[in-house]
């Protein structure tokens, strides 16, 4: 409660601190904020708690949060039983090439766009903007089209290529390069390096930041990509961990062996990787949120 | 233009354009090229999910024949007022709660943000699960304590709705939570000492000082949220296949049942082309309202 004293900015200051009524009222907000992290915890803490039940306990009456017992073999049952390893292989290559197509193709195009600033570039400009009105997905009849007539059902490539024709990490890239000083880049040319290199061995460097921001997007939103994947990637030994998980919830019922014990360790394998990422960099995560307003 | 005036403009120009390239075309590709094949398809019969004769509007009749079509419309505009009615204040009241707080700031941030990194379709599974509708279905079973239920849950067609959106604000409202902290955090401690030593109320505050300053984040975040929900597609494909009854399928869905399901690509492009279409709208509305924020402050 002495903090309470100290707090010099916001809406309620040190001095209101001094009436019971006001600290009163923190102990509300500290009491509703607590109550909105038992929403947010509690469905994982149960997915991760549930995974351990069998089949009946889950579904048992009355609730019990704790499984009976923590029976860590299952995690190693459930994964070898599936082959998980082949669909954690899968996400993992679509994922790290989404995020490298991601930095080089809205990279590029918006280092030329902020940067070179070649003839015409504002009639690209306006496409791009314009294109994030038009979510992907939206025509996936199409799109599903063309990827058939590349002959390209089953390839992991179009699955991480989609990362490069993102008009939201586009944005981010160019405010970013829109702040760094031209001089630097002039200076470059004078020098005699190309236009690729200016972008390899100057923008590249300096651009850490947004580096980290849009690799980290990409990351967990490749990660967790859904619908093309589940689209194109009709062979069980291609599939991604979201697409087998989808396939095994829609099998439930009819497969031996499989209940919804084992969807749930499932469903909390597909979570584990992000989960380790947001614990690495959530101060990264939490304070680019706020400040661009794009979520994944 | 002459030789070496062309040569010139060249050497200008065909660097950049040369970098810009590749991406030009995995835009082509991915956005542009769909969205132009998805408007000439939507005139044509479809073969597969190719062109067939030239039937003109004939596809856009039959999709606004089809009576799925104003299910999935006005569920639409459901899901919007119910996304607005549970989704759009909790963030508001818990970045106004967030800012305040002096104990665990970080801890308490990080925390209502976490739902946002579980994949999509993970944190469907398990709102699916928690909604179960047997007696020992995990909400079913927590409110048995209380002597309440059980509730049919996503099975009841009124319910299915806002239960979906209920799922769709527990992962998102982290994010739009840290999007007015950061509006909040911008508020200039000096309107505020000025009003204290006026002898506003807290509610004078909040009323007077803080709530004009989150106007514009609000206003802008409202189209966004509408443009979203539009989009919803997922949840309602995972958690209830668009039922009771078509009670809950959303206008991306009813595209992916047509494409997917029916295998009428051709019906699938014209209800895209509509969608684009009210997107288009939403998204003028956006910028014109956000246009006019910017002149006014």
Known sequence: MKRLLKKTQGLI?????????????????????????????????????????????????????????????????????????KYYVNSIIVTLG??????????????????????????????VMASLMIPPILNMGTLFNYIVKLNMINSLLPLALLFGANPFYFILFKTYFDSLPEALFEAARIDGANRLQVFTMIVLPLSKPILAVVSIFTLTAAWSDFLLPFLVLQSDSKQTVMVKIYQLYNDMGTSMGFGPDSLLMVIAFSIVPPVILFFIFQRHITSTVATTGIRE | MNGSKLKRFLKKNLGGWLIMLPSILLFIFFIWGPLLSNISLSFFESIGYDRGAF???????????????????????????????????IPIILALLLSELVHAKG????????????????????WTFLFDPSQGGVLN??????????????????????????????????????????????VSDVYYEAARIDGASLWQRIRHV????????????????????????????VMTDGGPNNASISLLQLIYRYAFQQGNAAKAAALGVLVALMLFALTFAYLKITNRGKKTS
């Open chain 2, 107 to 126: 801890f308490f941030r990080s925390a209502i943000y976490f739902p946002n990194i579980i994949p999509g379709l993970a944190t469907i599974l398990l």
């Open chain 1, 13 to 85: 200051v040190q001095f209101d601190y001094h009436k019971t009524r006001f600290k009163l009222l923190y102990i509300g907000i500290l009491i509703f904020l607590s109550l909105a992290l038992v929403v947010t915890i509690f469905p994982p803490v149960w997915l991760i708690l549930s995974s351990f039940k069998s089949a009946r306990e889950i579904y048992q009456v009355p609730f019990t949060l704790w499984p009976d017992s923590l029976d860590f073999s299952k995690v190693s049952d459930v994964w070898n039983m599936l082959d998980f390893s």
């Open chain 2, 55 to 89: 039937t003109g509007f004939e596809n856009y009749r039959e999709v606004f024949a089809d009576p799925v079509f104003s299910k999935a419309f006005f569920n639409t505009l459901k899901y919007t007022f119910w996304s607005l009615l549970l989704g759009f204040g």
């Open chain 2, 141 to 186: 079973a927590i409110l048995d304590i209380f002597n309440l239920g059980p509730f049919p849950w996503l099975n009841d067609p009124d319910l299915a709705i806002p239960l979906i959106v209920l799922t769709m604000t527990w992962k998102g409202a982290g994010a739009t939570t840290l999007i007015y902290l950061a509006s909040l955090q911008n």
């Open chain 2, 210 to 237: 803080t709530l004009p300053h989150l106007i514009p984040t609000v206003k802008t975040l409202f189209i966004l949220q509408i443009i979203m929900v539009f989009q919803v597609f997922y949840e309602p494909l």
């Open chain 1, 98 to 127: 989404a995020v490298l197509t991601s930095i080089v193709f809205n990279g590029l195009l918006a280092y030329a766009i902020s940067i070179i600033k070649p003839a015409g570039y504002k009639i690209v400009f306006a496409l």
